[in-house]
């Protein structure tokens, strides 16, 4: 269910806008609604210092990718990837222990947006798609 929280989340435009200044970069569409991501990582280092993203996606795909841009961001490489590892194995367990690091997207995964978890995920799968 969508609520103003998630709106809020969603609304922040911090990280929107790419900058074609990037060390990283993706592109994921959703088979199952049609959303799309294209997002930038700016690493240095082995840390990240931002992501960028564009979306043409749901308020539930925005608020991911807003809120995993913060998230993210000065964290190391390989943590960034087994976090959203364990993340993504939290979401499938009932429950949903979510890494320290992602507590604050409890918001988004719960119960009531189980079907809209695809949307939820997909900022994930293209920021480990980007760091492959």
Same mark, same amino acid.
């Given at each position: 269910?969508?609520?103003?929280?998630?709106?809020?989340?969603?609304?922040?435009?911090?990280?929107?806008?790419?900058?074609?200044?990037?060390?990283?970069?993706?592109?994921?569409?959703?088979?199952?609604?049609?959303? /799309?991501?294209? &997002?930038? &990582? =700016?690493?240095? /280092?082995?840390?990240?210092?931002?992501?960028?993203?564009?979306?043409?996606?749901?308020?539930?795909?925005?608020?991911?990718?807003?809120? &995993?841009?913060?998230?993210?961001?000065?964290? =190391?490489?390989?943590?960034?990837?087994k976090e959203l590892n364990l993340l993504k194995k939290a979401i499938k367990d009932e429950k949903r222990n979510l890494p320290t690091n992602f507590k604050d997207f409890k918001i988004l995964?719960?119960?009531? =947006? &189980?079907?809209?978890?695809?949307?939820?995920?997909?900022?994930?799968?293209?920021?480990?798609?980007?760091?492959?």
């Open positions: 269910m969508i609520t103003s929280k998630i709106i809020k989340i969603a609304s922040n435009s911090k990280n929107v806008g790419l900058t074609n200044k990037f060390t990283f970069k993706s592109s994921l569409k959703n088979s199952l609604c049609g959303d /799309k991501i294209k &997002l930038e &990582l =700016n690493i240095n /280092k082995s840390i990240l210092n931002s992501m960028k993203y564009e979306t043409e996606s749901c308020v539930y795909c925005e608020a991911s990718a807003s809120l &995993l841009a913060l998230k993210i961001k000065n964290l =190391n490489t390989k943590t960034i990837v995964i719960n119960k009531k =947006n &189980l079907k809209r978890i695809n949307c939820i995920n997909l900022p994930f799968d293209a920021v480990l798609k980007a760091l492959k």
